[in-house]
């Protein structure tokens, strides 16, 4: 394993007190069980990144004694999300969890909370919407700390390909945190930013194409999730293995098994599970907890629930890869 790698978790956790400061707060104590049904809806919803959703919303189940549902479009379309939006809207959940995929979602949280339905987010907030409650990485430090990642990794000297998903308003936080990063070192210079559109061949023909209009690129920084396996392929089909480094996100079985054999460098993984499982833990709070900031918080129109929900982020490397292969 590469000497520079060591203690980037270290680095994570120093980078997240920096950035995320008094912002962030602790998860509140789970709230006595009121039950109900809480459902999540996204896009993309086969992926294996909401695998780990999957296990917090069943941990969710058997802790707080409610029901769960998990529901949206398999592909990347908004329109069909907002569809899923307003059709689990019409089923009358306890509370819906969604993950901020973009302000195009704004309207729909407006209506599910007019509609007396709390709305956590997840992933990306916000606030202008109403939401009851946020559960989530902060996308800025997490870009950030792959930045500090690639300079300990490569030195003052690197070209950069990024592919990302500029769509995204999380992936357009992780990319300024990633630019914030390594701006201060001249030597290290983004030369290629690849669309990936969320989809996986459409990522691995971009690589390609850039790999060949940049042949100076010697590390490749993923944004997304699709992105760090499309840029392995891309890179072995390319016969650059060994020579171009990749550094990816989330912790599919992919890019788990990238890391492991030495193809991705470091992953960064977000907790899914742990965004879940907090998001029904506060929607439960507001709605049979005990605790109150004011006489009456409903009168004085406040919430006692955290502003944010700092979920964290975790680098994954060679040393600890092993540690992240799902069971079962």
Same mark, same amino acid.
């Given at each position: 394993?590469?000497?520079?790698?060591?203690?980037?978790? +270290?680095?994570?956790?120093? !980078?997240?007190?920096?950035?995320?400061?008094?912002?962030?707060?602790?998860?509140?104590?789970?709230?006595?069980?009121?039950?109900?049904?809480?459902?999540?809806?996204?896009?993309?919803?086969?992926?294996?990144?909401?695998?780990?959703?999957?296990?917090?919303?069943? %941990?969710?189940?058997?802790?707080?004694?409610?029901?769960?549902?998990?529901?949206?479009? +398999?592909?990347? /379309?908004?329109?069909?999300?907002?569809?899923?939006?307003? @059709?689990?809207?019409?089923?009358?959940?306890?509370?819906?969890?969604?993950?901020?995929?973009?302000?195009?979602?704004?309207?729909?949280?407006?209506?599910?909370?007019?509609?007396?339905?709390?709305? %956590?987010? !997840?992933?990306?907030?916000?606030?202008?919407?109403?939401?009851?409650?946020?559960?989530?990485?902060?996308?800025?430090?997490?870009?950030? +700390?792959?930045?500090?990642?690639?300079?300990?990794?490569?030195?003052?000297?690197?070209?950069?390909?990024?592919?990302?998903?500029?769509?995204?308003?999380?992936?357009?936080?992780?990319?300024?945190?990633?630019?914030?990063?390594?701006?201060?070192?001249?030597?290290?210079?983004?030369?290629?930013?690849?669309?990936?559109?969320?989809?996986?061949?459409?990522?691995?023909?971009?690589?390609?194409?850039?790999?060949? %209009?940049?042949?100076?690129?010697?590390?490749?920084?993923?944004? +997304?999730?699709?992105?760090?396996?499309?840029?392995?392929?891309?890179?072995?089909?390319?016969?650059?293995?060994?020579?171009?480094?990749?550094?990816? !996100?989330?912790?599919?079985?992919?890019?788990?098994?990238?890391?492991? /054999?030495?193809?991705?460098? %470091?992953?960064?993984?977000?907790?899914? @599970? !742990?965004?879940?499982?907090?998001?029904?833990?506060?929607?439960?709070?507001?709605?049979?907890?005990?605790?109150?900031?004011?006489?009456?918080?409903?009168?004085?129109?406040?919430?006692?629930?955290?502003?944010?929900? /700092?979920?964290?982020?975790?680098?994954?490397?060679?040393?600890?890869?092993?540690?992240?292969?799902?069971?079962?």
């Amino acid at each position: 394993m590469n000497k520079k790698l060591i203690g980037i978790a +270290t680095s994570f956790a120093m !980078v997240s007190a920096l950035l995320l400061g008094s912002s962030a707060h602790s998860a509140s104590a789970a709230p006595k069980v009121c039950g109900g049904t809480y459902e999540y809806v996204t896009m993309l919803s086969s992926i294996d990144y909401f695998t780990d959703a999957k296990n917090g919303l069943k %941990a969710a189940e058997k802790d707080f004694g409610v029901k769960t549902k998990f529901s949206g479009p +398999t592909e990347n /379309d908004i329109n069909g999300l907002l569809q899923s939006i307003d @059709q689990a809207i019409a089923r009358k959940p306890a509370g819906l969890i969604l993950l901020g995929w973009g302000t195009a979602l704004i309207p729909s949280i407006k209506k599910a909370q007019a509609a007396g339905i709390p709305v %956590a987010l !997840v992933n990306t907030d916000f606030p202008e919407s109403g939401r009851a409650a946020f559960v989530g990485a902060n996308n800025t430090a997490w870009g950030f +700390t792959m930045g500090l990642t690639i300079k300990a990794a490569v030195g003052a000297t690197s070209n950069i390909m990024v592919v990302r998903d500029p769509g995204l308003s999380n992936v357009a936080e992780r990319f300024a945190g990633l630019k914030s990063a390594i701006s201060t070192v001249p030597g290290l210079k983004i030369v290629a930013d690849v669309n990936d559109g969320s989809d996986t061949a459409k990522a691995t023909q971009a690589v390609t194409a850039a790999l060949l %209009a940049h042949p100076e690129v010697n590390t490749v920084v993923a944004l +997304t999730g699709v992105g760090g396996p499309a840029a392995v392929t891309a890179i072995r089909e390319a016969g650059l293995t060994g020579k171009v480094k990749v550094f990816a !996100v989330n912790r599919d079985a992919a890019i788990i098994k990238g890391v492991a /054999d030495g193809s991705i460098t %470091a992953a960064f993984a977000e907790h899914p @599970q !742990v965004e879940a499982y907090q998001s029904i833990s506060m929607l439960q709070q507001q709605k049979c907890g005990s605790l109150n900031i004011s006489n009456n918080d409903k009168i004085a129109k406040i919430s006692s629930l955290p502003n944010g929900v /700092d979920a964290g982020v975790t680098a994954i490397t060679k040393a600890n890869a092993s540690q992240f292969i799902r069971k079962g």
